[in-house]
């Protein structure tokens, strides 16, 4: 990897952190600068387009991220419960080994800053997408009929997202706890 190439990589993956611990509007580009310690002038030759190209390229990198860390639990489990469970570790791993102050990468992002750029939701969509599809290519694979496999991977993530969005609320992994039992249990009920 070139000078460049890191340089670049580390301001993303600074971006990444900050955007999911403090939300899109209270970083500034001179905080992730001195974060990552890349020189000043690297940030517009990277990111021309600025914070909203910067963010939108850190969305795409955490949220291929973070579906390789759900396509790994997938892969690794035997079936619906086994996989929600392995999901759920992971997801209270990074909550509780932040001290909660990271949750979903996209998320956060989301919320503050699609609204008002096209790139950015762009990449927020971009994530979730491929995020519904490996769960709904998985719960194909496990029997669930076709035309319940794309709603159920909807109520997947919705139930994840709301109950990582708890978690880091209470601070406890509670309701990310729950969520996967009732999550399990649906996902068993639906195989044929």
């Known amino acids: 990897m070139t000078k460049g190439a890191r340089t670049k990589q580390q301001m993303l993956d600074t971006a990444m952190e900050l955007f999911q611990r403090q939300g899109y509007h209270a970083t500034g580009l001179n905080q992730v600068l001195a974060e990552s310690a890349a020189p000043r002038g690297s940030l517009y030759f990277h990111?021309?387009?600025?914070?909203q190209q910067l963010a939108?390229?850190?969305v795409a990198v955490?949220?291929?991220?973070?579906?390789?860390?759900?396509?790994?639990?997938?892969?690794?489990?035997?079936?619906?419960?086994?996989a929600v469970s392995l999901v759920v570790d992971a997801l209270a791993a990074i909550l509780e080994g932040s001290d909660f102050q990271l949750g979903c990468p996209v998320a956060t992002v989301a919320l503050e800053a699609s609204a008002a750029s096209?790139?950015?939701?762009?990449a927020c969509h971009g994530a979730y997408a491929?995020?519904?599809e490996a769960l709904r290519v998985r719960f194909l694979r496990w029997g669930i009929a076709p035309e319940r496999a794309g709603e159920l991977a909807t109520v997947a993530l919705s139930m994840l997202e709301g109950?990582?969005?708890?978690?880091?609320?209470?601070?406890?992994?509670?309701?990310?706890?729950?969520?996967?039992?009732?999550?399990?249990?649906?996902?068993?009920?639906?195989?044929?």
């Open 62 to 82: 955490a949220g291929r991220r973070m579906g390789e860390l759900i396509e790994a639990a997938l892969d690794r489990a035997d079936g619906p419960r086994e």
């Open 163 to 192: 109950a990582l969005l708890l978690a880091r609320v209470q601070r406890d992994v509670s309701a990310l706890r729950t969520a996967a039992g009732q999550l399990a249990g649906l996902l068993e009920a639906a195989r044929q």
């Open 118 to 122: 096209e790139d950015v939701r762009d």
């Open 47 to 51: 990111f021309p387009g600025g914070k």
């Open 130 to 132: 491929a995020w519904l």
């Open 56 to 58: 939108a390229e850190s």
